[in-house]
């Protein structure tokens, strides 16, 4: 069987990237977390639109600075990305007037945004020598699933932030396992 080798390019994008796929995935298992602990006492809209919108800028900022270490369209998706992410953030931490369905219809939006430039990224790095677009197809096909899912699960709040906060956390996994990888060919590139 024949095994595919990184190449040296690849390394030296990877000794600059892994940091940032870290960051994101750890970030997002702890958002993910804490969306968990809303349910306990069954938190209001308010506190979940705080976690999420707080979460969306820290994304959006990690997604920002990973886009100035890229060159060409992954650049451009990612920035755009970090922008779509820092301006939801925002407007979920600015916007107290919202009702529950505006602020789904938010989530929604942004999760099938992020999503979708995530797959998009990731279908054009597939055609490189890495094995890491898999984990960003993964991550972009949760953002994709949590945009359909708060639609469909509109009228359920709790469903909402349980499933929101599943798949964040397995959202967070995937970026570890990607930053882990990126790491590890930094080091063999």
Do not use: C, K
Not at 148 to 176: D, E, H, K, Q
């Amino acid at each position: 069987m024949a095994v595919i080798q990184p190449s040296h390019e690849y390394g030296s994008i990877a000794h600059r990237v892994w940091p940032w796929s870290m960051t994101r995935g750890a970030l997002a298992v702890i958002f993910g977390i804490l969306g968990f602990a809303l349910l306990l006492p069954m938190g209001t809209m308010r506190s979940f639109a705080m976690v999420i919108g707080i979460f969306a800028i820290l994304d959006g900022v990690a997604n920002g600075v990973d886009a100035a270490r890229w060159r060409g369209s992954t650049m451009v998706l990612r920035g755009i990305a970090g922008l779509v992410g820092i301006v939801f953030g925002v407007m979920a931490l600015v916007m107290t007037g919202v009702t529950m369905t505006q602020l789904t219809w938010m989530l929604a939006i942004w999760a099938f945004v992020i999503g979708g430039l995530e797959v998009v990224d990731n279908i054009i790095q597939r055609s490189s020598e890495h094995r890491d677009w898999m984990f960003g197809m993964i991550m972009g096909g949760f953002g994709l699933a949590l945009g359909v899912v708060s639609v469909i699960a509109m009228p359920l709040l709790t469903t909402l932030i349980w499933y929101a906060a599943v798949a964040i956390i397995l959202w967070g996994i995937a970026g570890l396992i990607m930053g882990a990888s990126e790491r590890r060919l930094s080091h063999n590139g």
